[in-house]
């Protein structure tokens, strides 16, 4: 063999030892991550801990996360700086801000970056994926993804003469029980039987009721909603029912916020509320409690929530990279289990759900499995273009029925034609 | 009369007692345990637990400075160019005033959110994203202070200034041996209403920072009032009230001053 200029070079550049101080010599790329933190106490130290995580792994690479605040705020300053010409690289938002952020030219689709496999996107819970992929592409990585179930508390199913390990399995069962858990003195009620949280996104809540009656609420695309179908005033007329026909659930508006408050103080049953909470109802519920798919109407049904991973359009080719490896990074098995066991969201792929760190942590508590059981059930959460004014449009209506102000089907025909004055011109 | 009186003070205390309502319940439900939130008993254990765990939960030591740093900042900055600008526009004559104080009224009518974009490209375009100097920095010309300053040393009395010029004083001897302690009320009076704004912004100190070391309460406040996993309204109310209790008590403290003052100024 004869030693040319071109062996020579080859030899160099795959010898690491002699390649190495070449990479090492660059400065990382460092790309910005947008955190929400939705909930207080501990998450960001996990997110620092798995970026510090991430840098010792890839030296080429560094993370800097932003906190800030809820989703609504971690969209407002997204956007701001992306107008300002200062947007991040990657950032995680809410699945449902899918549309808005096509819409803003913002993000870009994780199938055309180069590196990525069909594999890898398709490695998620397809019940996750729905809110994140349109038109073919896929735009957000799951990552903290919940979805609705039913907590309820074993003492009070006890007490009033309900098997405790049974919770109701579908609507006619869900108004048995409920009845039989509702307590009165006169005309004040000490304890309802159930709550359904209507206050600042209803929809999300309602969502499950129409699924389970077997109704979706909008296309695939984001540009048509089906709010005026009967199934919908159908679904929403049981919510009302609940509280002025039955009286086994407080009238009103419910507060989201304080609902499992309600809940550890024993002045409800049973609650419907996200798996974050799962957590939150471990360390301060003072009673075995319950956890549950929602009871089925005509069939079982929830809604997905939570929040994706978004890569922007700003990013350079280098930072691209950065991203991509990132998110591979935060979803493989074993930190998809690590966070789900840390935060009670759902671990996003049926991979993690194998990890032995995630087995015998389902083996301790049970209840953790909950929300993954129920997935093949569940749906994509509401989500269209000018998706904020849309939802607008069906909370105002949902909550001027439970307040009595407008009947079911009305309210819902109103919905409809407010969202469809809005999604006209995208189709 | 002696009724259109008693209906006065009665009306009175019901307005006060419904403005004081939320900070007794912030009162009671951060000195007790959270199963006493929305028990109301008497006898109720009291603890100081609930602020040791909002403490904890966010570095608030690195706020309160940072917050500290920022409404002082603002208010020094404020109070020279609010001042040098206000003198100007009351007291000289030149070429183009009228416009010009004209252009700076326009400036109370816009709401500084609007400008948020704006803002942002030009704190980029300075370097200046993610600094404490930047939160200030689009507040420190402010409008306001000049409109309210002019307005006071307009009615600073000719003679006055006519004195001072006999025993020698410059132009800025005469500001600021005449003028300015002439408008301390006004003074105070704007001071107030600065720093209790600042103390309070938000959106703009949260789009502009990125980091601990730059956030004030305000930012970090943010992280207790998301509500994805249900309130603790035990663990916010302590937080509300270990953020605002510098202000509350500057004001309880200074009360007398602040509402003389603000009764001169013309501040309601």
Known sequence: MTITRRTTLGLLGSAPLLAAPSVQAQAPVEITFNYPIAVGGPIPRLIDAYCEEFARANPRFRVKPIYAGSYQDTLTKTLTAMRGGDAPQIACLLSTDMFTLIDEDAVLAWDDLPGVERAWLDSFYPGFLENSRTGGKTWGIPFQRSTVVLYWNKELFREAGLNPDMPPENWAQQVEFAQKLTKRQGDTTTQWGMQIPSSGFPYWLFQALTTQNDVRLMNEEGTRTFFADPKVAEALQYWVDLANRYRVHPPGIVEWGTTPRDFFERKVAMMWTTTGNLTNVRRNAQFPFGVGMLPAGKRRGSPTGGGNLYVFKSANPAQREAAISFARFLTTPERAAHWGIETGYVAVTPASWQTPAMQAYVAEFPPAAVARDQLPHAVAELSTHENQRVTKALNDNLQAALLGRKQAGPAMNDAQQEAERILRRYR | ?268
């Open chain 2, 1 to 268: 009369m002696r009724v259109t009186r008693a209906i006065e003070t009665a009306g009175a205390w019901l307005l006060g007692i419904i403005w004081i309502a939320p900070l007794l319940y912030a009162l009671w439900a951060a000195f007790h345990p959270s199963a006493y939130t929305t028990r109301f008993e008497l006898l109720a254990p009291l603890t100081l637990q609930n602020f040791a765990e909002a403490w904890d939960a966010a570095p608030f030591a690195r706020y309160f400075l940072n917050t500290f740093i920022l409404v002082t900042m603002i208010l020094a900055a404020q109070l020279v160019l609010c001042t040098l600008a206000a003198f100007a526009f009351a007291r000289s004559r030149f070429p183009g005033s009228g416009i010009l104080f004209g252009l700076v009224l326009l400036q109370l009518m816009i709401m500084p959110d609007v400008l948020l974009v704006e803002n942002y490209r030009t704190m980029r375009d300075l370097g200046l994203v993610d600094t404490i100097l930047a939160i200030g920095l689009p507040y420190m010309a402010s409008a306001f202070g000049i409109f309210l300053l002019r307005q006071t040393f307009r009615q600073v009395p000719k003679e006055l200034e006519e004195a001072a010029i006999v025993e020698g004083c410059g132009t800025m001897a005469i500001l600021w041996r005449v003028y300015v302690p002439l408008a301390k009320p006004t003074y105070l009076a704007y001071g107030l209403t600065s720093v209790s704004y600042h103390w309070n912004n938000f959106l703009w100190p949260l789009v502009i920072t990125n980091t601990v070391e730059t956030r004030p309460l305000t930012v970090g406040l943010a992280v207790f009032a998301s509500t994805d996993q249900g309130i603790d309204w035990a663990i916010i109310s302590a937080a509300t009230l270990m953020t605002s209790a510098p202000l509350l008590l500057g004001f309880l403290l200074f009360q007398r001053q602040f509402v003389q003052s603000f009764m001169r100024a013309g501040i309601r």
